[in-house]
């Protein structure tokens, strides 16, 4: 099914430029996932989970928006009018749009489960309210998914450079303005997302912690740090970092510590959660290739294509990185299953799959792949060697060697 993306969202109209309708095609299939169980999706604002939500269930679901002042000021007077609401529809599937605003439904919602056998679509851009107010998390009953920023497989002529620079929400394809838009975009986060949840009272500092975590994104995690650069208390930068994992703004990257031969470091990476949003923060204009800048970019925009397929697969594998306390790295693991090195180089060989090699003699994991520029594509001394396109679309396809069991 394509999706169409504007700027207007359930009968308001935002403060982000305008953007012409662009069609997408998602990964993420909501009506197989809803077919036979509740779900939770949750995703960053922007990233498309309304506009999905009513091009494909519109016609089957019950839908209802608690940012529409309506809904949310009768269900949060009497949570009890939710199962008149459901009975007066017909329909037993049910989509709760921005559940986190109101999670006494919560209770609501499982005792329907229980007791009529309905099935919820419960979505929202944060799990912070939910985790701190001990919500009621359905008990298992519901599947979790993620939609993400746009990945490789989403965009029609997918343009490298462009999207290196200007990220994947889905607005931004389009945009007229693309600065303006990740600018009003930031400033939307900041004013709707953080004073929402209660992340911070002094936006200043916020921002100032939110400019660092865009400079440390892809390093390992530093509290000590990130509180001197944006001079906050470690206990704040420690904070601010929660919020960002539960926001969905940024996301840790756990190191992977089974390694016997060579000992592990046990230190996160962080990644913002799109590498337009990172360069916005940090002011870069441009990436030119064979630059550092480019390299960083790139080795990002893998990260964002890795986590979107571990979140939508089954069965579901962790990401992690590993790095020894001897130096040897390799960017990231795909469970016990598929482990890469990123290059931005348009040759690649075995120097740069040096890494791979160190973590083969653990005899932990079953492919080995150096993903670049290069357009060689082959197989030598155990390491697949993948230009970046060739290796995405055959991971998405579940094509050789990527085919999951």
């Not at 069609?23 to 996932?33: C, E, G, S, T, V």
């Not at 009890?80 to 599937?93: Q, T, V």
């Amino acid at each position: 099914m394509f999706i169409c993306y504007s700027q207007q969202k359930d009968g308001q109209v935002n403060s982000w430029p305008r953007a012409k309708m662009v069609n997408f095609k998602r990964k993420l299939d909501l009506r197989a996932l809803c077919a036979e169980h509740s779900l939770f999706l949750f995703g960053p604002r922007g990233t498309g989970k309304s506009y999905l939500i009513r091009e494909t269930l519109s016609d089957e679901a019950l839908i209802i928006n608690l940012l529409r002042s309506g809904d949310f000021n009768r269900l949060s007077t009497d949570p009890g009018l939710l199962e008149g609401m459901i009975l007066a529809s017909g329909k037993s599937l049910v989509v709760i749009d921005e559940v986190q605003k109101l999670p006494i439904l919560l209770d609501e919602v499982h005792r329907l489960i229980e007791e009529k056998q309905l099935r919820f679509l419960l979505t929202g851009s944060s799990a912070r309210k939910l985790k701190r107010g001990q919500a009621n998390l359905l008990a298992g009953r519901a599947r979790l998914a993620t939609l993400g920023p746009l990945v490789y497989q989403e965009i029609p002529r997918f343009d490298l450079g462009r999207y290196l620079l200007w990220g994947g929400l889905p607005a931004i394809q389009s945009a007229d303005d693309k600065e303006l838009f990740l600018e009003s975009y930031v400033e939307t986060y900041l004013k709707e997302e953080v004073l929402a949840e209660q992340v911070a009272r002094n936006l200043p500092n916020f921002s100032r912690f939110l400019k660092t975590a865009a400079l440390m994104s892809g390093e390992l995690l530093n509290f000590s740090g990130i509180a001197s650069d944006a001079q906050l208390a470690v206990s704040t930068a420690k904070n601010y970092v929660g919020a960002l994992e539960d926001t969905l703004i940024g996301s840790l990257l756990e190191p992977w510590t089974e390694s016997k031969k060579r000992k592990a470091i046990v230190t996160a990476k962080f990644y913002l959660f799109d590498v337009g949003v990172r360069n916005y923060l940090i002011g870069i204009k441009s990436i030119p290739e064979k630059t550092e800048l480019f390299g960083q970019a790139f080795e990002h925009f893998i990260f964002m294509e890795l986590r979107a397929f571990v979140s939508l697969s089954r069965p579901i594998r962790k990401l992690f990185f590993w790095r020894s306390t001897g130096g040897h790295e390799v960017d990231f693991l795909v469970g016990d299953w598929l482990a890469i090195e990123v290059k931005s180089a348009s040759n690649v060989g075995p120097r740069e799959a040096k890494h791979l090699m160190a973590l083969r003699e653990e005899g932990t994991h079953r492919v080995f792949v150096v993903v670049s520029n290069d357009p060689l594509n082959r197989h030598d001394g155990g390491i697949w060697y993948f230009h970046w396109q060739e290796f995405l679309d055959r991971l998405w396809n579940k094509k050789p060697p990527f085919a999951i069991d």
